[in-house]
């Protein structure tokens, strides 16, 4: 049923809304410890089969299989538990809260302290405290934002956010890590750190599911792609194959044509 | 940038309330300063120290109910209208506790406490379909209910009231008179703080400040929302059933009557205008607010603002919708802000301002 080394499998994934059909039976797999890459046009139903992935949408029909296991139709937060952890595309996700809580916060699916001890902060509460700020504090050195460890988001750059964002991801200690558009909007310097940081994950042995609009990125970490149009899967391969893919190159009709080609 | 007097060498120090040596010794001078306070003369002469003492006790449980309240509406971001009747809930438990089964008032108190945050924890239930705005509707709506359930038994006292609830006593010796009282609700304010910042700084608090500020990401975080919401109005009720019922040992009274939706309105404010979320914030927002509350009923009683007695409480009423606008469009993170602000440029200085 399930291959060996896949950790992520979708089968026959169809989800609509109303008349729309956002996912159209889309199939994927996912192996351990690869770097994976959906691209597809705007609409094409990337960021749904992940909401769908991570429980934020629920699929009508077909299966997510995570370690064996079906995941699709269970709750977010249940997912999140299981180890699969996701970023946003807009990474304004916690305004008020310094990248410290954030990360700390990012510590709440491997912290248990009940209300009694979080009231008295003693016992496991005090021990889970010092152990998170520990990983905390090791998520933010992996990052590069010690200088951000105490500002609230709100008052950080665009990129900054995105940092802090992958870096809360990754203090989860998820086994797959899904990454909405971690490189929109971000100058080229800015881009290169986000690539270095996907490459340390990977090193980490972390599985990665990486939706991008940059191509060049795209192709340059990828060991697998997946292209989505129309809610569709088009076009599955290795990036090399993608490249030279005569429906792909369709698909991006326009704009990036160019840019596919001269790859 | 240098970061002026802060050397700590391990993350336990760093997350300690009390980490460093300055703090500690604040921390002592407040409390000689609350312990001499009730000994401070007051100015207005006959009302004299009377007045100003039972200001200050009712300003404590109002601390008290308030810091649930910030952890409903403050962490977790739940607009919580019903505060006043969670208060009233724990001041009828203790009512009925000791009047009609007898208990010892330090008996019935956490009996008050805990129902009420079990009462609340069912007042959660619709907030966890419902957003926002709902919300406060569905919990305004709790209070106008539990009123009037209240007023339909016998038990409760009816549309009275219950009368001569006992104040505490140990061992013979009875908590009576604004002093003793004084003594007596100190430590539950500061017990009551420390909890309050602990929660914030622990797993929980974090787990309220995230749903707040996003609830669709912190799911992500693996944070089940809805239970996450219940676990805050239960915490919120716990805090307000302990103030109910100090309060109504405290004024041996108890009536339905005293519980109003403006009262709710003005717990709001006080967060708001000291710092909605923080501990510090809700202390000094209550402060505040009643305060100026008292200082104006004094001026008013005293026949310092002219006009009848009812002057003095409009004027109550326009600086404090005018201070929630100011604070809303100009400080939204209340009082407490103003002094983080000093502390930062403290530190920095002379890097920026």
């Keep these: 049923m399930i291959e060996e080394n896949d950790i992520l499998v979708g089968k026959d994934i169809h989800l609509g809304f109303g008349g729309i059909k956002a996912l159209d039976g889309v199939d994927f797999s996912v192996k351990q410890g690869q770097i994976v890459s959906i691209i597809g046009p705007n609409g094409a139903g990337k960021t749904c089969l992940i909401n769908s992935i991570t429980g934020y949408y629920h699929p009508q029909h077909g299966r997510i299989l995570y370690h064996d296991k079906d995941i699709l139709g269970q709750k977010a937060h249940r997912i999140a538990s299981l180890g699969i952890s996701r970023t946003f595309q807009d990474p304004t996700t916690y305004p008020s809260m310094t990248a410290l809580d954030i990360l700390m916060a990012g510590r709440y699916i491997h912290t248990s302290a009940s209300i009694l001890h979080a009231m008295l902060f003693f016992g496991k509460s005090r021990r889970e405290e010092v152990e998170s700020r520990r990983m905390a504090e090791e998520a933010i050195s992996f990052a590069h934002i010690e200088d951000l460890r105490k500002i609230p988001l709100a008052a950080m750059s665009y990129g900054q956010r995105k940092q802090v964002e992958i870096a809360r991801a990754l203090v989860m200690q998820p086994e797959v890590i899904i990454l909405d558009e971690p490189m929109s909007g971000l100058d080229d310097s800015m881009k290169e750190i986000v690539t270095d940081l996907i490459f340390d994950m990977h090193d980490r042995g972390m599985t990665i599911l990486l939706i991008e609009h940059d191509i060049q990125a795209v192709m340059e970490l990828s060991h697998s792609v997946i292209v989505l149009d129309y809610g569709k899967k088009i076009a599955e391969g290795t990036p090399e194959q993608i490249a030279g893919n005569e429906l792909v190159t369709q698909a991006y009709l326009g704009g990036w044509t160019s840019n596919l080609s001269s790859l | ?353």
Excluded at chain 2, 132 to 149: E, N, R, W
Excluded at chain 2, 308 to 315: E, F, K, R, V, W
Aim: proline letters at 3%; aromatic letters at 12%; charged letters at 10%.
């Design chain 2, 1 to 353: 940038m240098t970061v002026r007097g802060r050397k700590k060498t391990d993350y336990a120090r760093d997350l300690a309330l009390l980490g460093t040596r300055q703090r500690w010794i604040a921390l002592a001078i407040f409390l000689v300063v609350l312990a001499l306070l009730p000994f401070i003369p007051d100015w207005s002469g006959d009302i004299a120290l009377r007045g100003w003492l039972r200001w200050t006790n009712e300003t404590i449980i109002i601390i008290i109910a308030v810091l649930g309240l910030n952890v409903i509406t403050g962490m977790a971001g739940q607009v919580n209208l019903g505060h006043t009747a969670f208060i009233m809930v724990g001041g009828f438990t203790m009512a009925v506790l000791t009047t009609a089964a007898g208990w010892p008032m330090l008996a019935a108190l956490p009996i008050a406490a805990l129902l009420t945050g079990i009462i609340a924890l069912f007042v959660a239930l619709p907030a966890i379909r419902l957003k926002g705005f709902y919300v406060a509707i569905a919990t305004l709506a709790f209070l106008y209910i539990s009123q009037f359930i209240i007023t339909q038994f016998d038990i409760t006292g009816a549309t009275d009231g219950l009368y001569q609830i006992p104040s505490p006593s140990f061992w013979g010796f009875k908590i009576k008179g604004y002093l003793r009282w004084y003594f007596f609700l100190m430590p539950f304010l500061i017990l009551c703080i420390m909890i309050s910042a602990n929660i914030s700084r622990s797993r929980i608090g974090r787990a309220f400040i995230a749903i707040r500020d996003n609830h669709i990401a912190a799911q992500s975080l693996g944070i089940n929302v809805s239970w996450i919401k219940i676990k805050a109005f239960f915490i919120g009720g716990l805090f307000a059933g302990l103030a109910g019922g100090l309060l109504s040992s405290r004024n041996s009274v108890i009536t339905t009557s005293e519980f109003t939706f403006e009262n709710s309105i003005w717990y709001l404010g006080m967060i708001i205008i000291g710092g909605a979320g923080r501990t510090a914030g809700a202390v000094v927002g209550v402060i505040s607010l009643s305060l100026i509350r008292q200082i104006l009923s004094v001026l008013g009683s005293s026949g310092v603002i002219p006009g009848s007695s009812t002057t003095s409480i409009y004027i109550t009423y326009t600086i404090y919708g005018l201070a929630i606008i100011l604070f809303v469009s100009f400080k939204p993170l209340g009082l407490i802000s103003i002094w983080h602000k000093i502390k930062l440029n403290y530190r920095r200085w002379p890097f920026g301002v």
